[in-house]
Nanobody, 115 residues
Framework: QVQLRESGGGLVQAGGSLRLSCAASGSIVSINGMYWYRQAPGEQREWVAT???????NYADSVKGRCTISRDNAIKTVYLQMSSLKPEDTAVYYC?????????WGQGTQVTVSS
């Protein structure tokens, strides 16, 4: 059984910062890609950022320059540092992990940015 637990969401004013974390636990050995997605109310889930096992990163245009994805393989955790937050960043943020050909999703953490 593999579990992904996100944390770090909350309410923040526009221009503020948040750091999201997603820790993997259970029967997971090696992790390949780690990802962040988000889903705003009434919208489809969208990809936000990727970090590969080698540390290469990629970002959606909507967050590029404002977000940094990182990972700590020793503790099987992926992070998303977000700054200069905007009201349109309001969404539930989900982490996604690829491991051994399997895909795992977390349950999400709410980020609300007030104007």
């Amino acid at each position: 059984q593999v579990q992904l637990r996100e944390s770090g969401g909350g309410l923040v004013q526009a221009g503020g910062s948040l750091r999201l974390s997603c820790a993997a636990s259970g029967s997971i050995v090696s992790i390949n890609g780690m990802y962040w997605y988000r889903q705003a109310p009434g919208e489809q889930r969208e990809w936000v950022a990727t970090i590969t096992s080698g540390g290469s990163t990629n970002y959606a245009d909507s967050v590029k320059g404002r977000c940094t994805i990182s990972r700590d393989n020793a503790i099987k955790t992926v992070y998303l540092q977000m700054s200069s937050l905007k009201p349109e960043d309001t969404a539930v943020y989900y982490c996604r992990v690829l491991s051994g050909g399997n895909v795992y999703w977390g349950q999400g953490t709410q980020v609300t940015v007030s104007s």
